[in-house]
Structure formats: C-alpha cells, structure tokens
C-alpha cells in the first residue's frame, strides 16, 4: 500500500471522531461497571432508546436532535433510576453472574418490546445540517461527527467534576470503595446506585441520540454498541472517566488505520488482539485500578 | 455408595436408557428438538467446570466450538477423512489452543478474564473470515450426512461427557484444588497449590468440549461461517442455563439446558414476534427468585416460598 | 431424595406439558386445507426484509383463497401457510423446517429469507424430498449442492453488480474506473466478485476491492481509501443497514462519485425515509419493478401487482414482496399443472414449469436456478423510485452523472 499522507491525515480525523462516539457510549458502561460492579448488558439497549426518542422527538415534533439531548437525557435517566432501585436492586449482592444475567434479560425485554412498538424499520435523523462536513486542506470533518465528540468530551468533564467535586460524587465513591463503610456512615446505598445507574442511562441516551444522526438505527442495534462498551472499558479501565474518553479513541484509530491499511475485514482483529495485550501487561486498563474481583 | 447415590445413579441409568431407545419410538422433530438439548447441555456442562467450578467466567468458549467446527469441516472436505477422526482432530486441536491461550489468559481475573476470552473468540473469528481455507466469510459446505440420528447420539455422547466431567472433577484430587481456587486463590497459593495447572485443566476440558460440539455442530448443519459459530450466543446461553439449573452441580447444567429449550420452544409456539419478550421476563424473574439456581432453590430446607425469600434476603443491598 | 423426586417430578410435568402443546398445535385440520410451511425471519438482523416476504407469501395466499383456492385433483384446496419465526438464524430455520415437515406435516416450503438460511433448509427439504421453492436467497452456491427438491425463482446473484454496471457503460461520458465494496456473507461476496470480474471483462478498471465485516458500524477508512482513488463508479453490495451507512458517510466524507449502485437497500422505503435528498440519483438493481410488462392471468400485469400490494398494506411493494408472491404463485401453478398434491409429480410439475407470470417468466433449469428472468435497475429521482434499465421498458431516462454533494445545496 502506498502510504498517502492526505489519506493518513483524514484516517486520523476519523478514529479520532468515532473514539468520541465510542467514548460517549461506554461513559456509563464504564460507570456502572467500575462503581456498582455490574457489567450491563443492556446498556447499548439504552444507547437504542435514546436513539429513537430522539428521532420521535425530531420525526413528530420537529425538535432538533442536538437540542433535544438533555430532554432524551432526563428521559432515560427516569427510566433507568427504577429499573435499577427496585429491580437489579434486588439481586446486586449475589455473583457478578447473576447481575450480568439479570440485565441480559432486562436487554431481551427493551430490546424486543422496542421491535414489536416500532418495527425493525431502520431509520435515520437527517436533519439540514446531518451531511454538512467542514473541508480543511486535505481533510473533511464531517460536523456531525465533530459535535458529538465536542459533546463527548463535554459529558466527560462534567462527569468527573460530578464524581470529584460534589457530595454526591463523595457518596458514590465512597460507595464503591467501601459499601459497609458508606452504610455506617448514613450513605443511602440503594438510592446512590440508583442514582449512578441512571447518571449512566442519561450518558448512554445522549450518545444515542448523537449515533442518530449519523448512523442506521434499529431495534437491533444495541449489541454492537454494548460491546464497543466492553472493549474500551478494557482498554481504557473501569470507573475511568479520561480512561472511557482515551480507550474510545484508541479503539477508534486501531480499528480505522487496520481498515485502511490491511483492508476494513481485519478492523477488529487489531483492535483485539492489542486488547488482549494490553489486559496481559496492564490488567486494569490504562488508567483503570485493579478492581477487586466481587463474587 | 450410600442409598441415596445408589437412587440417583438407577434414575440416571435409566434416564439413559430411555434417551438412547428414543430415536426408535420419537419422531423426527423431537430426536432433532433432544439433540438441540442434548447440545446445549454438553456446552453449559462444559462452562460449568471453568466458570462454576473453578470461578473463572469464560465467554469465549465459542472460540473452540469454532476451531472445533473448522477442523472437522477443512479436514472432511479438503482431506476426505471420515467424521469420528475429523472430529477428534477438531476435538484435539481445541485442546491444544486452549493450554496455549490458557497460560495467557488465565492470568486474568474476573471481568477481565472474560473480556480477553471475549477478545480471543473475536480474533479468531476475523481469521477465519480472511482465510481462503475457511472459505473466508462465505463460510464452508461440509459434505452431507446421509441419516440424522447418528447426531443425535454424537450429542448424547458429548452431554454424558459433559454431566461425568462436572460429577468427576470436583471429587478428584484436581477438585479440591479447583474449590481451593474458586474460593480464594491467594490462599491456595499460599498454601502450596500452584493454580494455573489445575486453571489450565478445567479451561482445556471446557475447550474439548467445545470442540467436540463444534464439530458435531458442522456435520450436522452443513454450512458454517464464521458468524455463525464464532459467536456469544453460545457462552451466553450455557451461562444463563447452568445459572439456572445450578452451577457448581452436575446436573445442575444439564436441567437448565432441558428447562430453558423447552420453555424457549413454547413461547415460540405462542407467540411468532414475542416469545423473546417473554423469555426476557422469564429470564428476569427466574434470576431474581432464585439467583444461585433453581439447585438451590431445592436445596434449601422449608420449601420453595421460604427458600426464595432467603435468597432475595441474601441478595439485596 | 425428596428433593430430588420434586425435582424430577417437576421436570417430567414440564416436559409433559411442553408436548402436550406441541401435540396441540401440531393437528392438522382437515382435509380441503393446504399446509405450506415457511420459517421467515420476523427478529434479528433480517427482520425487515423478512416482513417484506411474509406480506408477499400472505398477500398470494389471499389472492388465491378469494378466487377458491388451488385446484388439483378435482378437489380445491385452500392455502394455509405456516410460518415460524426463525430469528434470522440459519440453525434456527433448519430446526424450523425439520418442525414443519414432521410435526405439522406441511405439504410444501416456501423459502425463508437470506441465502445463509435458505441453505440450511434446502438441504432438510432435499432430505424428507419435499419441494422448497426458494424466493429469497440468490447466492449461487445454493443451486451447486445437486439437489432436486428446490426452485429459486430469482434471477441469481451475479446478475445483481452485471445489471447496473450494464448501464453505466451505455452512459455518457463513459466511466472509466469503479470502487467495489461488500459485506462479508455469502451473497454479499459473490455478487462483489461477479461485479469485479464483469468489471476486468469488460474494460472497466477496477481501483478499489474490499469486504467490509456484516454489520460494520464505520466504513470511513474505506470511503476515505475510495475517496482519495476518485472512481467514476461505486458498486456496494452489503444489506439495507450497510447501504444507509455508505451514502451517510459518502455525504460526510464528501465522497463524490458519479453513479452510486447498491444490490439492497434504495428499494425498500426505509432508504429514502431515512436519507432523504441524500437519497438522490442512486441508483439499484432490482429482481422486479412495477414497469416490466410481464403479466400473468391471476395478479394482472406489474402495475395490477403493485396497485394491489399498495391496496391492501399501504405502501408500494420491492421486489421482495414480489418475488414471495410469485414464488407462492409458481407453487400454485405446479400443483395445478400436476393435478396433484403428490410431492414427486409436484416437483417434476415445478421442473418442467415454463411460465409468465408479473414478476417474469419462471422457468428452472436443471439445478432448479431461473436463468430466463433478467434484472432491472432503478434510480431514485425526486423521492421516488423508477425504472432506468432496461431502456425499452424504462418509463424514466437515468440522470448521471450525479452532482457533487457541494453542489446539491
């Protein structure tokens, strides 16, 4: 293959801009895998409802997508607090296993009440500005792309300051580290990891919406996209806000350079046998702490 | 031999007996239905010795079902050789990957265990699909099998296989080894037990198992592509069967299988779109009433109601 | 040994029951009623386009109810199809028709949707000899495995690149150079190298060949490799998903090419629901359009077909409703020609068919392919789908080359 610079500059740009997509999905993946120790299996289910709400939200009332995020936002963290607090709640001290199952069928449940409401028609947000691109030199930056890793970047931050700098922040870290400890100390356990599971469901609902606008969506959808959570959580460490933001891009620009130089049908082969490398020399991750295996 | 094990050992002749005159007296549909059960038994069986025994949850197991299943259809189409040694060689070759990866991957704990062997199935499965051998991601015609009911006890063999392997380890020696792991391998370690060895056995049993069924699996549906038996659905249903039916038994894996593919079955039969509705539900609600199995469920003194209540007691937060 | 007695008792009630249920909705019901099975996905990947298939098979179904059925043997038969859901899984839909054969004791199978899936069921119909007429699955590799029991009335998969790069080169000016992408699956593939060697025989040159993994989420680095090659033309054969990510990325990375071709996707009405003006000047090959002039004496001609699917489910059918109802049709007119439900006469009946009906002329060779049916392509114009190839049945003129997308606002 001839190395082409314009084409590795534009390769660049777009691992970089779909790491941001992945990075948007796996936050709350990373979230509730890291604090409440669950690993969700239906967290790309989230993904898909904020996906269609926001084109509901723009189809029958013409809201703009971008605009509507924090409204799909309140709308799956409402959603996700109860499944959590008086569902998942009720088995989250038995094996890892049985959480794992638990939201596996909770996934069986959303996902197929969401075929049999809307029908595997594949539907897409296309707004005026949808197809826009910005073109600088050599390079196109498709806008759309460029605001949902803006937004990424965005969710990012105001997830750590949240995590680090407000008492609730203290509660669900205090949570995760000690849950004995927290309860002595009058934390409301249930409520925390409610409240984080929803925290979660909102970030995975805004990345749904932003996946709206540049990608098919269906019922089906979900799976792929709780498993990019899997995969950058790995890469980057669990509970890691920067670690979700940095193993979203890295698996983005493993996967984008694989595609271009050995051919798109070796695009996760790379990615995963370095995922496989990294788990062996850094078992947490990048920027994860080894966690304590529970159960 | 204590009565109660010499009971359960007729039930178990017995129930033998009856699914090796089956064929004789069912019609097709039901052997083909059996051998499906018979399948998934082998394989939650097969999970059950490294993620129930040993505590290390695989989710990659389809990774040797694959190798499993190539082995026997490039060697049966391109080098002509019968079923029974194509089978053993794809049997053979799963065990060998799964000592090499194993000594790599069983370093790992827990979630990061099951992420790698996750990754390795993945691997494999782009191989497979860039190989001109394989027939790459157009997949692969096996050459056709004349009669079906020589699966179905292929099947039934893999299924005893599987439920011996799970009665066996942890009564040997490698078996207090194992329990010594799954419950804190630290302290075994201390104590003079160096896990991988033993890691390595249950994650290789696992794999010939795997294996075996990859390769039944291939002659007995003709055409496999890498899709197709390089996939999650494999592990994810021997996890949610040997959940249910009670790891750490076993029997346990092989009841969940039986209890799940029937229900599965049924709730097709009801409804055309929803059965996957209904199954969810069914998954969820099983799994919150009895979250260490329905084994346990049984096992517990004072009956069913009481026996749930305790175990939601246990496990909430 | 209490527990376990509950245990096994428990397990026996169970199975009990669960046979009970199978036996129950296993009883035939009568004897003027024709069974015909059909494991059609309604979940997973192929969801859409097995929906598409049901309403086709359904839609003949009724046709031939309300004009008093089948008529063999003196007798009328009414047509009953079976269908079971086999989650677009090709293990599934061999259990399925294993299911339908023996335990509903079907009479005939009408094919599932795919080629993966199509696959595993002819060879159970070739087992239990019972005629499968296959609708929805192309690859060729179906029609080389010596079987005698199944008829695809499709034309096969390498038409599907063979027909659109046909018209690129009648256009003016004359493409040069074309970019070939597919999915990774069994059609996908075939009909990615038919168009390749098409391409090498018949001087285009090909600057880029690539297999994408099914379900790809991104192609960007494939659409930027294409992208910096400039082709004249880009054929893609993937599924409807995969055509919707190309012309949304294509339109992003600002990939100008002057024909678009994809073998699915811009004829079901998610494609141009979805993309909207990015929809335009696409173009599709299609196994059938509402503006062929073939007709047949019971759906009338193309238009009639059309006008009747819009009637009765509200929008205008692809050609994978179509070919459901043609398929259902060309079982129809075997069991008419035989005089009889026997399986043997029916499939010899299905062997010798030569027939128009308004999806094409049917006729099987000896592999049971339908090689006397040609393809069409269409090309979205203003919204709307229409027929551009072949010319003398194309109601509208292709409009190529296709603007820059700069040059679209």
């Known amino acids: 293959m001839i190395f082409n610079t314009d084409v590795a500059l534009q390769n660049a740009v777009n691992g970089l801009l779909i790491g941001g997509t992945y990075a948007t999905v796996s936050l709350g993946f990373s979230l509730v895998w890291g604090i409440l120790n669950i690993v969700n299996l239906a967290h790309g289910a989230f993904v898909m409802l904020g996906a269609y709400e926001t084109y509901w939200l723009f189809t029958l009332y013409h809201v703009d997508p971008l605009a509507s995020l924090p409204l799909t936002a309140a709308a799956l963290f409402a959603f996700a607090y109860p499944i959590q607090r008086y569902v998942i709640n009720l088995v989250i001290r038995a094996s890892f296993l049985v959480t794992f199952l638990l939201t596996f069928g909770l996934e069986l449940l959303i996902t197929n009440i969401a075929l049999a409401a809307w029908t595997a028609d594949i539907r897409s947000v296309t707004t005026v500005y949808s197809g826009r691109s910005l073109l600088l030199g050599p390079v196109v930056l498709p806008l759309v792309r460029v605001a949902t890793f803006a937004v990424a970047v965005a969710v990012a931050i105001l997830l750590h300051l949240l995590l680090t700098r407000t008492r609730l922040g203290s509660a669900i870290r205090a949570t995760a580290s000690d849950q004995e400890a927290a309860r002595l100390m009058g934390i409301p356990i249930a409520h925390v990891y409610a409240l984080t599971f929803g925290i979660a469901a909102a970030t995975a609902a805004i990345a749904g919406g932003l996946i709206s606008l540049s990608f098919p969506i269906y019922p089906a959808m979900d799976a792929g996209y709780t498993f990019i959570g899997f995969v950058v959580c790995a890469l980057g460490g669990l509970g890691s806000v920067p670690g979700a933001l940095l193993g979203g891009v890295i698996l983005g620009l493993l996967q984008t350079y694989t595609a271009a130089w050995l051919g798109p049908n070796y695009d996760n082969l790379v990615a995963f046998a370095v995922l496989i490398l990294i788990l062996l020399l850094r078992p947490a991750g990048l920027l994860g702490r080894v966690q304590r295996f529970r159960g | ?317 | 040994m209490k527990r376990t007695a509950r245990f096994s008792a428990a397990a026996a009630v169970i199975t009990i029951a669960g046979i009970l249920v199978w036996g129950a909705v296993g009883v035939s019901l009568g004897d003027d009623l024709l069974k015909i099975g059909a494991p059609v996905a309604a979940t997973g990947p192929t969801a859409r386009e097995g929906v598409l298939t049901k309403q086709g098979y359904d839609l003949w179904a009724e046709t031939v109810n309300t004009r008093g059925g089948i008529k063999a043997g003196g007798k009328a038969y009414k047509v009953q199809i079976v269908y079971y859901d086999d989650q677009s899984k090709p293990q599934t839909s061999a259990e399925l028709t294993e299911r339908l054969i023996s335990q509903d004791r079907v009479s005939f199978l009408l094919g599932p949707y795919g080629s993966p899936a199509t696959f595993a069921d002819e060879a159970i119909a070739e087992k239990h000899k019972m005629p499968i007429v296959i609708t929805e699955g192309a690859a060729d590799q179906l029609f080389q495995q010596g079987y005698k029991y199944n008829f695809g009335i499709t034309s096969p998969a390498s038409d599907y690149a063979a027909v659109m790069l046909k018209l690129a080169v009648a256009l003016k000016p004359k493409p040069e150079t074309v970019a070939i992408i597919s999915a990774d699956d069994l059609f996908s593939i075939e009909v990615g190298n038919a168009a390749k060697s098409w391409a090498d025989h018949n001087g285009l040159r090909v600057v880029y060949f690539q297999k994408y993994p099914v379900g790809a989420a991104d192609l960007s680095a494939a659409l930027t490799s294409i992208r910096s090659q400039r082709p004249d033309v880009l054929i893609s054969s993937g599924h409807l998903e995969d055509s919707l990510l190309v012309m949304k990325q294509a339109q992003t990375l600002d990939v100008n090419v002057k024909f678009y071709g994809f073998t699915v996707g811009p004829t079901t009405p998610d494609f141009v629901k979805a993309l909207g003006p990015a929809a335009e000047y696409v173009f599709a090959s299609s196994q059938w359009s509402a503006d062929v002039t073939y007709r047949d004496g019971i759906f009338g001609s193309a238009k009639d077909y059309n006008k009747l699917f819009q009637l009765r489910y509200g929008f205008e059918p692809d050609y994978h409703a179509a070919q459901a109802t043609a398929g259902g049709l060309a079982l129809q007119l075997a069991i008419e020609k035989a005089g009889t439900l026997d399986p043997q006469k029916v499939r010899d009946a299905l062997a010798g068919l030569d027939v128009m009906t308004f999806y094409g002329p049917i006729r099987f060779n000896a592999h049971g392919l339908n090689l006397s049916k040609p393809m069409v392509t269409m090309q979205i114009q203003h919204g709307r789908l229409v027929t551009v190839w072949p010319f003398d049945v194309a109601p509208a003129k292709p409009i190529y080359p296709a603007p820059a997308w700069s040059a679209r606002r």
């Open chain 2, 1 to 317: 031999m204590t009565p109660r094990t010499l009971a359960l050992g007729a039930l178990a002749a017995a129930a033998l007996g009856v699914a090796v005159a089956f064929p004789a007296f069912a019609g097709g549909y039901y052997v083909r239905l059996a051998t499906g059960i018979y399948m998934f038994g082998a394989l939650a069986s097969a999970w059950n010795l490294v993620g129930g025994y040993t505590g290390y949850p695989d989710f990659g197991g389809a990774a040797f079902l694959g190798i499993g299943a190539y082995t026997t259809g490039i060697l049966m189409l391109r080098a002509h050789l019968p079923f029974a040694a194509a089978l053993g060689a794809g049997g053979a070759l799963a065990v060998l990957a799964a000592v090499g990866m194993g000594t790599l991957l069983l370093r790992l704990r827990g979630h990061y265990f099951a992420i790698a062997t996750l990754g390795f199935m993945l691997v494999l499965r782009q191989v497979a699909a860039n190989l001109p051998i394989t027939g790459g991601g157009s997949g692969m015609n096996l050459p056709i099998a004349s009669a079906f009911t020589p699966f179905y006890y292929w099947m039934l063999g893999a299924v005893v296989l599987g439920a011996l392997g799970g009665a066996l380890l942890p009564r040997s020696r490698a078996g207090y080894a194992i329990a010594a792991i799954r419950e804190n391998q630290d302290a075994a370690q201390v104590l003079g037990i160096e896990p991988l060895p033993y890691k390595i056995l249950a994650y290789a049993s696992n794999a010939l198992l795997f294996g075996a069924v990859g390769g039944i699996y291939a002659y007995w549906f003709t055409f496999i592509d890498p899709p197709t038996v390089f996939n999650i659905d494999f592990s994810i249903q021997a996890v949610v069967m040997t959940l249910l039916g009670g790891p750490g038994t076993a029997l346990g894996p092989v009841a969940g299988a039986i209890i799940l593919k029937i229900l599965d079955t049924i709730l097709t039969n009801i409804s055309l779109f929803l059965h996957n509705v209904f199954f969810g539900a069914l998954v969820c609600v099983l799994i919150i009433f009895a979250p260490r199995g329905l084994a346990e469920v049984l096992r517990r003194r004072g009956g069913i109601v009481r026996a749930i209540r305790t175990e939601l007691e246990d496990s909430r937060v």
